[in-house]
Protein backbone atom coordinates (compact mmCIF):
# COMPACT_ATOMS: atom_id res chain seq x y z
CA UNK A 1 0.00 0.00 0.00
CA UNK A 2 1.11 3.45 -0.82
CA UNK A 3 1.34 5.87 1.76
CA UNK A 4 2.18 9.76 0.98
CA UNK A 5 2.73 11.64 4.24
CA UNK A 6 3.12 15.31 4.41
CA UNK A 7 4.76 17.56 7.29
CA UNK A 8 6.02 20.76 7.37
CA UNK A 9 3.95 23.75 6.68
CA UNK A 10 2.55 26.25 9.33
CA UNK A 11 2.70 29.86 9.81
CA UNK A 12 5.70 32.47 9.29
CA UNK A 13 6.05 36.38 8.32
CA UNK A 14 6.13 37.62 5.06
CA UNK A 15 10.08 37.27 3.67
CA UNK A 16 10.48 34.01 5.96
CA UNK A 17 10.72 30.75 4.82
CA UNK A 18 9.19 27.30 5.42
CA UNK A 19 9.49 23.69 4.69
CA UNK A 20 7.01 20.90 3.15
CA UNK A 21 8.03 17.84 3.21
CA UNK A 22 6.06 14.53 1.08
CA UNK A 23 7.36 10.81 2.47
CA UNK A 24 6.30 7.91 0.36
CA UNK A 25 6.66 4.69 1.36
CA UNK A 26 8.60 3.13 -1.64
CA UNK A 27 6.46 1.10 -4.46
CA UNK A 28 8.03 0.38 -7.52
CA UNK A 29 4.52 0.44 -9.48
CA UNK A 30 4.52 3.94 -7.95
CA UNK A 31 7.64 5.75 -9.10
CA UNK A 32 6.86 8.81 -11.12
CA UNK A 33 6.99 12.61 -10.80
CA UNK A 34 6.06 14.05 -7.22
CA UNK A 35 3.68 17.47 -7.99
CA UNK A 36 3.26 20.47 -4.96
CA UNK A 37 0.08 22.05 -5.21
CA UNK A 38 -2.12 24.68 -3.14
CA UNK A 39 -5.79 25.82 -2.87
CA UNK A 40 -7.33 28.31 -1.11
CA UNK A 41 -11.00 28.85 -0.58
CA UNK A 42 -13.25 28.94 -3.37
CA UNK A 43 -10.41 28.29 -6.11
CA UNK A 44 -9.12 25.17 -8.00
CA UNK A 45 -5.80 23.93 -6.79
CA UNK A 46 -2.86 24.81 -8.75
CA UNK A 47 0.48 23.57 -9.88
CA UNK A 48 3.11 24.98 -7.70
CA UNK A 49 6.23 22.60 -8.28
CA UNK A 50 7.06 19.15 -9.63
CA UNK A 51 9.42 16.56 -9.54
CA UNK A 52 10.51 13.32 -11.37
CA UNK A 53 11.79 10.86 -10.02
CA UNK A 54 15.24 11.67 -12.24
CA UNK A 55 15.19 14.38 -9.76
CA UNK A 56 14.23 17.01 -13.09
CA UNK A 57 12.20 19.81 -11.40
CA UNK A 58 9.53 22.91 -12.93
CA UNK A 59 7.97 25.32 -10.83
CA UNK A 60 5.07 27.74 -11.46
CA UNK A 61 6.04 31.35 -12.15
CA UNK A 62 5.00 32.74 -8.94
CA UNK A 63 7.43 29.98 -7.67
CA UNK A 64 10.64 30.52 -9.78
CA UNK A 65 13.61 32.06 -7.44
CA UNK A 66 11.86 31.58 -4.34
CA UNK A 67 10.59 27.89 -4.06
CA UNK A 68 13.05 24.86 -4.27
CA UNK A 69 11.76 21.04 -4.67
CA UNK A 70 14.57 17.67 -3.73
CA UNK A 71 13.74 14.87 -3.38
CA UNK A 72 15.92 11.79 -0.93
CA UNK A 73 16.10 8.68 -0.49
CA UNK A 74 15.91 7.79 3.21
CA UNK A 75 14.64 4.51 5.51
CA UNK A 76 11.11 4.59 7.71
CA UNK A 77 12.00 3.57 11.41
CA UNK A 78 11.17 -0.11 10.89
CA UNK A 79 13.65 0.59 7.76
CA UNK A 80 11.84 0.27 4.99
CA UNK A 81 12.90 2.47 1.83
CA UNK A 82 11.30 5.75 1.56
CA UNK A 83 11.16 8.40 -0.65
CA UNK A 84 11.06 11.92 0.85
CA UNK A 85 10.15 15.67 -1.89
CA UNK A 86 10.64 18.40 -0.36
CA UNK A 87 9.82 21.88 -1.27
CA UNK A 88 11.97 24.73 0.69
CA UNK A 89 9.62 28.17 0.14
CA UNK A 90 12.01 31.15 1.20
CA UNK A 91 10.81 35.00 0.60
CA UNK A 92 7.28 33.84 1.55
CA UNK A 93 4.41 36.12 0.52
CA UNK A 94 0.91 36.40 2.20
CA UNK A 95 -0.38 35.23 -1.16
CA UNK A 96 1.74 32.06 -0.88
CA UNK A 97 -1.10 31.81 1.86
CA UNK A 98 -3.02 28.33 1.22
CA UNK A 99 -3.87 24.84 2.02
CA UNK A 100 -0.31 22.72 0.12
CA UNK A 101 -1.06 19.30 -1.71
CA UNK A 102 1.47 16.65 -2.38
CA UNK A 103 0.27 14.46 -5.48
CA UNK A 104 2.41 11.13 -6.39
CA UNK A 105 1.72 10.09 -10.05
CA UNK A 106 1.92 6.38 -9.97
CA UNK A 107 1.61 6.54 -14.05
CA UNK A 108 2.84 8.87 -17.38
CA UNK A 109 0.44 11.88 -17.28
CA UNK A 110 -0.11 10.79 -13.59
CA UNK A 111 -3.36 9.10 -14.80
CA UNK A 112 -3.37 7.19 -11.44
CA UNK A 113 -2.11 9.00 -8.15
CA UNK A 114 -2.21 9.47 -4.30
CA UNK A 115 -2.92 12.81 -2.71
CA UNK A 116 -1.36 13.74 0.28
CA UNK A 117 -3.76 15.10 3.05
CA UNK A 118 -2.47 18.85 2.88
CA UNK A 119 -0.90 21.03 4.98
CA UNK A 120 -1.93 24.92 6.09
CA UNK A 121 0.87 27.78 4.89
CA UNK A 122 -0.29 30.81 6.38
CA UNK A 123 2.17 33.74 5.66
CA UNK A 124 1.40 37.19 7.36
CA UNK A 125 2.34 40.45 6.08
Known amino acids: QVQVVQTGGGSAQAGGSLRLSCEIS????????VRWYRQTPGSERELVSSINRDGLPTYADFAKGRFTISQDNAEDSRGNAKRVVNLQMNTLKPDDTAEYYC????????????WGRGTQVTVSS
Open 103 to 114: KLCCSSYCVNYY
Open 26 to 33: RNSHCNYD
